[in-house]
């Protein structure tokens, strides 16, 4: 059981990173990549060495096309490799820089502490929406993380802040920078015609992706259908993980998700035994 998606408190997940290792050996997973947004810090936790389960290293860059935010999932990197630094680096600033204008935006509204209270629930990462989002509800101004995205955080509303993200091609390049294989991350998410998905997909090849996660959480067969078809007319590997954040969402469960179809080539025989 390959999980090659999921997330830990060095970004936006709720485990620390040796808990959402145990929570994966629990539930039968046998290889996991921690996928943190624009981070590798996870890596450099203290995680005790599991004999059912290898790990990974994978990170998830956030990534520009045609001014869409677009994630790209790298597998099999070297956390510590020159490429993959500058661009957690510069990631990092381009998400403290739009944390800020959050943060102004949310203070003409009245609320004074935004960026005191997000840096503090990102404990070392930087903040993001979700962050400032659980200290609206903390502080008591929403009484939920849906209903702060509703009322102030989600598209169109007052801390609904355009990234600054690193171009497609650029991301990438990091990623084999790293020695890693570059996959575009759940397809089926960014709300696109099968016309404009096949455009992004075509232009990820033609920058140097070489992967596309197909399976992506308890998602429908006819999503998957339609992935396996483009994963194999661009002759990609396919890549598969939960994208969990937290516990309490079936949906998004450590290895909880249907297996990949078998006309395609997986991500992982690439590896070899490699992994960590």
Request: charged letters at 20%.
């Amino acid at each position: 059981m390959f999980d090659l998606h999921c997330h830990s408190l060095a970004s936006d997940g709720a485990l620390r990173p040796a808990e959402l290792v145990a929570r994966a050996a629990a539930n039968g997973v046998t290889t996991l990549s921690i996928t943190d947004h624009d981070t590798a810090a996870a890596y450099d936790a203290e995680i005790p060495p599991n004999p059912t389960l290898r790990i990974v290293p994978g990170i998830e860059f956030s990534a520009l096309w045609r001014k869409r935010t677009i994630h790209v999932v790298g597998l099999a990197i070297d956390p510590r490799s020159v490429s993959l630094g500058d661009g957690i680096r510069q990631q990092r600033n381009a998400r403290l820089e739009r944390a800020g204008r959050i943060a102004e935006r949310l203070r003409r509204s009245g609320i004074e502490d935004a960026l005191e209270g997000a840096t503090r629930i990102a404990a070392g990462a930087a903040p993001g929406r979700v962050h400032f989002a659980k200290h609206l509800v903390e502080s008591g101004r929403v009484g939920s993380l849906r209903q702060a995205f509703r009322k102030y955080l989600g598209d169109g509303k007052t801390g609904d802040v355009a990234n600054n993200w690193a171009s497609l091609e650029t991301a990438i390049g990091w990623i084999r920078g790293a020695g890693g294989i570059a996959i575009l991350a759940h397809p089926a998410r960014y709300r696109l015609t099968a016309t404009r998905l096949k455009i992004l997909v075509g232009d990820f090849v033609e920058a140097g992706g070489e992967a596309l996660e197909v399976i992506c959480g308890n998602q429908g067969l006819d999503v998957t259908r339609g992935l396996e078809r483009l994963c194999l007319e661009y002759g990609l590997l396919a890549s598969c993980g939960s994208d969990f954040h937290q516990p309490g969402r079936p949906w998004a469960e450590l290895g909880r998700f249907p297996p990949l179809p078998r006309t395609l080539t997986p991500v992982w025989q690439q590896w070899g035994d490699g992994g960590s």
